[in-house]
């Protein structure tokens, strides 16, 4: 039998965020794959346990945590280091499904929503045999993020970009964009830019009870944002953070 293999978008973490499609889903499954990132890192897994004690009725769902492949950083190759490592990751899944048999419905987890940037669809795709797969959508971290500011992603007819601290960095403001948002940034992406006439709200666990927000002119916050970043990393051992920048 062909393996169905289910990506459950979750939103931020909260159980609220769950849409009812999401909770069908969890309790349809043979088995819930959850993700072990490692020392420091133990509240996202906790997270994901939460959420099945929340909402898991069935009584024939089993939940298998497995340990995440470490990225190699060492490699010069920035796409070759995320190759090799969701090779690795996808050789983890298939492993660890073929050790809990008689699974033919598997479902994971997935933050936010499965199609935007995360790499869990990308990963499915490296299974063989290829699986059965249905995407469950889930509610974004930019949606979580203007919900908390109670703004508006797009100005009327304005474009706006999804971008990474990485490419905000390396390549300055994207052009043609009214709006910024900014994912999976490593740190401080935004003082890499100008400043002046620039607005930033900025949101850090959105969503979750340890929220924090900020917002204001980027010359006047940037300081507090980095401080708060730093001071919530260290409490927390991780951070989920992400920003949305207007100029003018």
Same mark, same amino acid.
Request: hydrophobic content about 45%.
């Given at each position: 039998?062909?393996?169905?293999?289910?990506?459950?978008?979750?939103?931020? $973490?909260?159980?609220?965020?769950?849409?009812?499609?999401?909770?069908?889903? !969890?309790?349809?499954?043979?088995?819930?794959?959850?993700?072990?990132?490692?020392?420091?890192?133990? @509240?996202?897994?906790?997270?994901?346990?939460?959420?099945?004690?929340?909402? &898991?009725?069935?009584?024939?769902?089993?939940?298998?945590?497995?340990?995440?492949?470490?990225?190699?950083?060492?490699?010069? @190759?920035?796409?070759?280091?995320?190759?090799?490592?969701? @090779?690795? !990751?996808?050789?983890?899944?298939?492993?660890?499904?073929?050790?809990?048999?008689?699974?033919?419905?598997?479902?994971?987890?997935?933050?936010?929503?499965?199609? &935007?940037?995360?790499?869990?669809?990308?990963?499915?795709?490296?299974?063989?045999?290829?699986?059965?797969?249905?995407? !469950?959508?889930?509610?974004?971290?930019? +949606?979580?993020?203007?919900?908390?500011?109670?703004?508006?992603?797009?100005?009327? $007819?304005?474009?706006?970009?999804?971008?990474?601290?990485?490419?905000?960095?390396?390549?300055?403001?994207?052009?043609?964009?009214?709006?910024?948002?900014?994912?999976?940034?490593?740190?401080?992406?935004?003082?890499?830019?100008?400043?002046?006439?620039?607005?930033?709200?900025?949101?850090?666990?959105?969503?979750?009870?340890? +929220?924090?927000?900020?917002? $204001?002119?980027?010359?006047?916050?940037?300081?507090?944002?980095?401080?708060?970043?730093?001071?919530?990393?260290?409490?927390?051992?991780? !951070?989920? @953070?992400?920003?949305?920048?207007?100029?003018?």
């Amino acid at each position: 039998m062909t393996l169905s293999l289910t990506l459950i978008g979750i939103g931020t $973490g909260n159980p609220e965020h769950l849409t009812l499609q999401a909770i069908r889903a !969890i309790n349809a499954q043979d088995l819930i794959l959850i993700p072990n990132k490692g020392k420091g890192k133990d @509240d996202l897994a906790q997270l994901r346990r939460d959420i099945c004690a929340e909402v &898991l009725t069935s009584e024939t769902t089993r939940i298998v945590e497995f340990d995440l492949p470490v990225r190699d950083e060492t490699t010069l @190759d920035y796409r070759k280091r995320v190759d090799d490592w969701h @090779d690795a !990751i996808a050789a983890v899944w298939q492993a660890t499904i073929l050790a809990h048999g008689g699974a033919d419905r598997v479902g994971l987890l997935v933050w936010g929503d499965p199609a &935007l940037y995360d790499s869990t669809l990308r990963i499915a795709g490296r299974l063989d045999p290829a699986p059965e797969l249905t995407v !469950i959508p889930g509610i974004t971290s930019v +949606q979580t993020l203007t919900a908390a500011h109670a703004t508006v992603l797009n100005d009327i $007819g304005a474009p706006f970009v999804v971008t990474t601290g990485r490419r905000l960095r390396d390549e300055g403001w994207p052009e043609g964009a009214a709006k910024v948002v900014v994912m999976l940034d490593a740190g401080g992406a935004f003082e890499a830019i100008d400043p002046i006439g620039v607005h930033i709200w900025w949101g850090a666990y959105v969503g979750m009870k340890e +929220q924090i927000i900020i917002e $204001g002119p980027l010359l006047d916050v940037r300081e507090s944002i980095v401080e708060t970043r730093a001071r919530a990393r260290a409490d927390h051992g991780w !951070i989920m @953070d992400i920003y949305m920048l207007k100029r003018g």
